[in-house]
Nanobody, 114 residues
């Protein structure tokens, strides 16, 4: 099973940007759909961005137009570029299979606050 490690989180002011990175022990390009999830305190984990093996991307309405998911085949990494961040984006962010999630990594904390 692919092991996933997320990084790149931090504290940012509203309107700021962050880029999250997902490093995988196995090829993420063999997986049909990979996604970025987030879990805010007291809330369920939600899928916010998906990238399919063919390159098609989809986004939750709450992040559409602000977040961009991408992959680097050479580096075997996945990214989430987050722009125009809002306080409600505060959460722990995880990467995983978007259809059948496997074991979860530790995630990376994103805090949007002034």
């Amino acid at each position: 099973q692919v092991q996933l490690v997320e990084s790149g989180g931090g504290l940012v002011q509203p309107g700021g940007s962050l880029r999250l990175t997902c490093a995988a022990s196995g090829s993420i390009f063999s997986i049909y759909a990979m996604g970025w999830y987030r879990q805010a305190p007291g809330k369920q984990r939600e899928l916010v961005a998906t990238i399919f093996s063919g390159g098609t991307t989809t986004y939750a309405d709450s992040v559409k137009g602000r977040f961009t998911i991408s992959r680097d085949k050479v580096k075997n990494m996945m990214y989430l570029q987050m722009n125009s961040l809002k306080p409600e984006d505060t959460a722990v962010y995880y990467c995983n299979d978007a259809v059948r999630p496997g074991d979860w990594g530790q995630g990376t904390q994103v805090t949007v606050s002034s």
